[in-house]
C-alpha cells in the first residue's frame, strides 16, 4: 500500500512566492554592503538555503554550519551541540544566519553566541518558518517566511525521524511521541 502523504499546510507556489519576496528583501537591505555569507544551519537548511542563495541579486557566499538540537523524535532538549563549525573566515563580513524553522529559540541562540566568537561585522537571521508560540527564548529573526502555530512540520528540509525532508511543500505529521 503506498504511503500517505502529509497534509499540505504551506503549498509550493506559496512557498516560492515567498522565498522570492525574502530575497528581494534581502538583496535591498544589503545592497550598500560587500559581500554577505549566507550561513545554512544543517540539515534543515539545505532546501531554502539552495533557492533563497539563487534568488539573491547582492554579491554572497555560502558556508554551512552543523548542530544537533534534537533527537530523533520531537521534544526539545534545549541542549545544543556543533557538529560542523564554518569552514571559511568570516571575521569582518556580514553573516546571515539561514534557518529552516526557529521553534523554542535556542538553536538560533546559541547559532548567534557561536558565530559572534568569528568577531563577523554583523549577524542577522532568517527563518522560513517561526512558532511563535513556542519560543521559550528570545531571539532576533531579521526575516520570517511564514509564522505557524504548533503543529510538527516536514518538508521542504525538515523531517520528523529524517522522512519526508524532500517533500516540496511544507506538511503535516503527528508525531507518534507527543
Ligand atoms: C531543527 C531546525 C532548527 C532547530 C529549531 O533542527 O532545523 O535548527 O530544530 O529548533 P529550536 O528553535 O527549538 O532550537 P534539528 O535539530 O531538527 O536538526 P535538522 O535540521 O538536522 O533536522
Redesign the pocket.
Known sequence: MPEQQPAELISEAAIDARVRELAEQISSDYADKGDIVLVG?????FIFLADLSRRLTIPRTIEFI?????DSGSV?S?A?RLVMDVRGNIEGRDVLIV?????????????IGMLESHRPASIRTCALLH?PG???VD?PIDYIGFGIGDEWVVGY???YA?RD?TLPYIGMVEPDDQ
Open positions: 544551519v544543517l540539515k534543515g537548511s552543523a548542530v544537533s538540537s534534537y526539545s534545549g545544543v534557518e529552516d524553522i526557529v521553534d523554542t529559540g535556542h538553536t538560533l541562540k546559541y547559532l512558532k513556542s519560543a521559550e531571539v528540509g525538515l523531517d529524517e525532508r
